[in-house]
T-cell receptor
């Protein structure tokens, strides 16, 4: 059974204090790893899809990387508006169903 | 990217009643899904909404409780039937777009359901 584990559960940062979120996965065959941002009361906002080990993608202050066992979401010099829950999900089959981790809630203080 | 509109955005319902949630996409998509997000938890897939055929349900979800319609490639509905307080959750519609540029999965804003 596919397993997706995110750590830490919660992360409190000072504005400008860079950090990383982890998403480790145990799957039978990875076809894609997805990162989302979710604000309270809203649906997940798509950020990135990573497909193979060594791949990196960037968007503003966010950078996602992928290895054979885990993915990292690096937040560089975060701002309060980066406060959100970050979800990762894996795609392992041809039917395009996603399996989600529990998420990391990031709070950035000014 | 795909723009997904869900209605209603929130509702408070009496136990024993049913609620139908609508999902409208701004483009034709083959793959459409319904997820549930219980309070403080992550997303769980309810079913795949298949156009022109019956939905495919995940383990723990049944058609009598969560009937789904998919009349065309841009629209789907999810009904939460005979509701109980345990059904209080956010319900989310999702579509997947896959092509030469890769695969992306988008979500609607969700329907926050409270059953009293």
């Amino acid at each position: 059974e596919d397993q997706v584990t995110q750590s830490p559960e919660a992360l409190r940062l000072q504005e400008g204090e860079s950090s990383s979120l982890n998403c480790s996965y145990t799957v039978s065959g990875l076809r894609g790893l997805f990162w989302y941002r979710q604000d309270p009361g809203k649906g997940p906002e798509f950020l990135f899809t990573l497909y193979s080990a060594g791949e990196e993608k960037e968007k503003e202050r966010l950078k996602a990387t992928l290895t054979k066992k885990e993915s990292f979401l690096h937040i560089t010099a975060p701002k309060p508006e980066d406060s959100a829950t970050y979800l990762c999900a894996v795609l392992t089959s041809n039917d395009y169903k996603l399996s989600f981790g529990a998420g990391t809630t990031v709070t950035v203080r000014a | 990217s795909a723009v997904i509109s869900q209605k209603p955005s929130r509702d408070i319902c009496q136990r024993g009643t049913s609620l139908t949630i609508q999902c409208q996409v701004d483009s034709q998509v083959t793959m459409m899904f319904w997820y549930r997000q219980q309070p403080g938890q992550s997303l769980t897939l309810i079913a795949t909404a298949n156009q022109g055929s019956e939905a495919t349900y995940e383990s723990g979800f049944v058609i009598d409780k969560f009937p789904i319609s998919r009349p065309n490639l841009t629209f789907s509905t999810l009904t939460v039937s005979n509701m109980s307080p345990e059904d209080s959750s956010i319900y989310l519609c999702s579509v997947v777009a896959s092509g030469q540029g890769g695969t992306e999965a988008f979500f609607g804003q969700g329907t926050r359901l409270t059953v009293v």
